[in-house]
């Protein structure tokens, strides 16, 4: 209803997997591409707060934390901080 606060928690696990991996080595024209094997396993979780403007209309703030496990994926931002803060801003839109 309007003008309430919600506060929520989130937690999950996420397997993805990646098709191909292209890159351009440092310093030169050369294009390299590899299939990747495996799967990128990470978990997460966070806490949320929602302020219901309307019956159908919220802002919301969702602060969370991922952690990317070593699964031998090629060299990424996941492979080189495998522990990531995250703040999603937003709005909600209930029918």
Known sequence: ??????????VGAEAEYAIYNKYRLLGTDTVVGEKVNGLQWSVGGGLGLEFNVSDHFGIFAEPSVKYYFDCGQPKSIRTDKPFQMVLRLGVRFEL
Do not use: A, G, L, P
């Open 1 to 10: 209803t309007k003008n309430d606060i919600t506060i929520y928690s989130t």
